[in-house]
């Protein structure tokens, strides 16, 4: 997929992200805390070794008649074995996790600047007394939230697997598919015969090719300083019961859509955003409009798998 050997250029679609870390948090109750540790870093010490291209880090390459400063993951420019993957944080035992920001429990921070390292993922485990809270933060052009998922249930393969030298079925598909798949999704813009533009609906393009390092590191600085994490609990009964309405409610607007609880969560959350920004609306019957990123793989004909 690229000119340089052992790197692995990211697909022109891989671009379209937002160029920050995002995280997926686990929650696990345990009374063996140190049992639990063992079994996290041996299942996530065996993904490292069947897919080292994880241990990475995202640079910008700019190949000889190519694009410029293309993303491209990069071997680590330390042995595998010493590259710090897990990071283990030990808090007070009278401190609730629950009072803990979620920043603290984040192996890497939401940016980092284009001169810094910048890992492909890294993962933390939380310790507190009874639980375990297992952090991994991943960079999103490399993987939007299906893939990371599929990332972690590789990782669970991993725990589970009782043979150290056993290659899990999901970790061996990702090995032997993951440079083809990427190299596939960067040959989509010579197969497309419709093109369209849709940067009025998009706005300004989020990441520019020609962009200088000066200028997107004071970029990502700027938007560091207004980026808040935080955490929203919905009561699932709730929500359930918004969904049976929506459904109920399908036939009557001529409208064949099947609703999900995502798609009310993701509404409701629009809606109140939309709200705020605009309070003028709140007592209208106005709608919401928002964007929503989706899930091409299934768009794809033939369609794409989940890894």
């Known amino acids: 997929m690229s000119n340089s050997p052992g790197l692995l250029a990211l697909s022109p679609l891989d671009h379209i992200p937002a160029k920050l870390f995002l995280p997926y948090i686990l929650y696990f109750d345990t009374v063996d805390t140190q049992t639990a540790l063992f079994t996290l870093q041996k299942g996530i010490d065996k993904l490292i070794s069947e897919l080292p291209w994880l ?42 996790s629950s009072s803990q920001p979620i920043q603290s429990f984040l192996p890497l921070p939401t940016f980092i600047p284009a001169s810094q390292q910048r890992p492909v993922l890294r993962f933390q485990a939380n310790v507190f007394p009874g639980r375990i809270i297992v952090a991994m933060s991943f960079w999103h052009s490399v993987f939007d939230g299906t ?8 990782v ?20 032997e598919t993951h440079a083809e798949l990427r190299k596939k999704v960067s040959n989509f813009p010579s197969e497309c015969v419709t093109r369209l533009d849709h940067s009025v ?21 700027a938007l560091a300083s ?35 609880s995502n798609d009310v969560i993701t509404a409701t959350l629009a809606i109140c955003v939309d709200r705020a ?3 003028e609306r709140a007592d209208k019957t106005q709608s919401a409009d928002f964007l929503m990123a989706v899930d091409l793989r299934n768009r794809v004909d033939p369609p794409l798998p989940e890894t």
């Open 147 to 154: 893939g990371a998922g599929v990332i972690l249930e590789a």
């Open 277 to 279: 920004l605009h309070p």
């Open 55 to 96: 241990a990475g880090d995202v640079i910008l390459h700019t190949a000889p008649e190519g694009p410029k400063n293309r993303m491209h993951i990069a071997p680590p420019c330390i042995p595998l074995s010493e590259v710090p993957m897990l990071k283990v944080k030990h808090f007070d035992g009278d401190k609730d």
């Open 156 to 175: 669970a393969e991993c725990c589970k697997s009782t043979s150290e030298e056993l290659t899990t079925n999901l970790v061996q598909t990702i090995a």
């Open 201 to 221: 609906e998009l706005g300004t393009p989020v990441f520019d090719p020609n962009i200088s390092t000066e200028q997107w590191n004071a970029m990502e600085s």
């Open 226 to 260: 207004t980026v808040e994490t935080k955490r929203y609990t919905f009561s699932p009964e709730k929500v359930a019961k918004v969904k049976d309405i929506c459904t109920q409610l399908m036939p009557q607007l001529r409208s064949s859509e099947w609703i999900s």
